[in-house]
């Protein structure tokens, strides 16, 4: 090939040079037994360390404190939900994780204070890649992120989280909607934080 | 992992097989051996969990074989796209049986963000899976979650003739589910 197109093969003197000058056999003499008993020191030493591993199942390591976990549909003081149905979360979702469905909220059942509530609330966590841009769109604060992070399942269907799954419990004042606005509140005082929790 | 081979396969249905099935399952969830199969920002964290600070080696799983003759367990870290798709296959059906597999994240689960012609929309279309584990990339503690899970399906997993009624139960049942397309509406009772 080189004779045909001229090309001179590849030469290196330096290479060559040190090849024919150093042994075949690597001989660093005393040196060698020092460096074995340094690498070993290392190992030695780290006998006396305490371990590193986390014993995960029976214990738990808390995340950091704004880890981007399981979603949670947060409720007023009083009970009712947070969620207005804009579908601004579904919106923003990059990964068409989220699914809602509006409806209004009237007299007779009403689910969060003002004009609309959430009706179906759906999200695919095999799809949603915890991004956080759901929580960054919503106008209520009414989705926010919790830390809880085990959420591996069997099945599709088993990780689409409906509404009741993403809803948050009921806490101490307040009460299980359908039920009305507190006394006297309109829509802004609920937003304002004026509605407080039902004295039982 | 044939425990006494081709035994458990005849025996009847009674306390003898159970008792096989509970030796089994127990020897079974503990010494899976996973293969590798990273393919992208999940495999960073599948080798996170092999090493020190959360070490896989507690569940006896801590040599990911990188032959799948010798593996029983694929963790799908990471997208797949079509053209990957035969070689998963490939992999999945060069493993012996028993075997399983964890769709490890929301790519390998369904595709996650990704939802474009180039990425399989979940390896479910490829192969069968077990455990589905979202996240982006799930941490390290999310993958042995699944990976317990996993341990309590193997665990319970039945042989011989109690393996064949649960197949023809679940066949059963797939025949007699309603089709999507007739499902009741979602929220509707709400």
New interface residues.
């Given amino acids: 090939m080189s004779e045909i197109y001229n090309i001179e093969p590849f030469k290196n003197d330096a290479i060559e040079k040190a090849a024919a000058e150093s042994s075949p056999v690597l001989d660093n003499g005393p040196s060698t037994f020092l460096t074995q008993l340094l690498g070993f020191w290392v190992t030695f030493r780290t006998m006396f360390k305490k371990p590193n591993t986390v014993q995960y199942p029976e214990v738990k390591e808390p995340t950091a404190p704004r880890f981007h976990g399981r979603h949670q549909l947060n409720r007023h003081p009083d009970g009712l939900e947070k969620c207005i149905g804009c579908e601004l979360c579904a919106w923003a979702c990059p990964a068409d994780a989220i699914y809602v469905e509006g409806e209004s909220n009237t007299e007779e059942a009403r689910f969060s204070p003002g004009e609309r509530y959430g009706k179906v609330y759906q999200i695919n966590y095999l799809r949603c890649v915890f991004c956080g841009l759901c929580i960054e769109a919503c106008p209520t604060r009414a989705l926010t992120m919790t830390n809880e992070y085990e959420l591996a399942d069997d099945s599709r269907e088993k990780l689409i989280y409906e509404k009741q799954d993403l809803l948050s419990p009921i806490h101490q004042g307040m009460i299980m909607p359908p039920h009305p606005m507190a006394p006297g509140a309109d829509e802004g005082s609920y937003y304002r934080g004026e509605v407080k929790g039902v004295q039982q | 992992m044939g425990l006494i081979v081709g035994l458990e396969e005849k025996l009847p249905s009674g306390f003898v097989l159970t008792s096989v099935e509970k030796l089994a399952g127990y020897m079974r969830k503990n010494s899976l051996w996973p293969a590798t199969f990273g393919l992208a920002c999940c495999a960073i964290e599948m080798m996170a969990a092999g090493a020190?600070?959360?070490?896989l080696a507690?569940f006896g799983m801590e040599v990911f074989r990188a032959s799948p003759r010798q593996a029983d367990l694929m963790i799908v870290a990471g997208r797949v796209s079509n053209k990957m798709a035969p070689v998963l296959r490939q992999i999945y059906d060069q493993m012996a049986a028993p075997k399983w597999v964890i769709a490890m994240g929301?790519c390998a689960?369904?595709?996650?963000?990704f939802?474009n012609y180039a990425i399989v929309q979940?390896v479910?279309h490829v192969v069968p899976v077990?455990?589905?584990?979202?996240?982006?990339p799930?941490?390290p503690?999310?993958l042995?979650?699944?990976i317990?899970?996993l341990h309590e399906?193997i665990g319970d997993a039945k042989l011989g003739v109690n393996r064949e009624k649960v197949i023809r139960e679940v066949e059963a049942a797939a025949l007699a589910a309603v089709p999507t397309h007739s499902l009741p509406v979602?929220?509707s009772s709400?």
């Fill in positions: 020190g600070r959360y070490d507690r929301a689960s369904s595709g996650g963000m939802n979940g479910d077990d455990i589905y584990l979202p996240g982006c799930p941490r503690e999310m042995m979650d699944a317990l899970k399906h979602f929220g709400a």
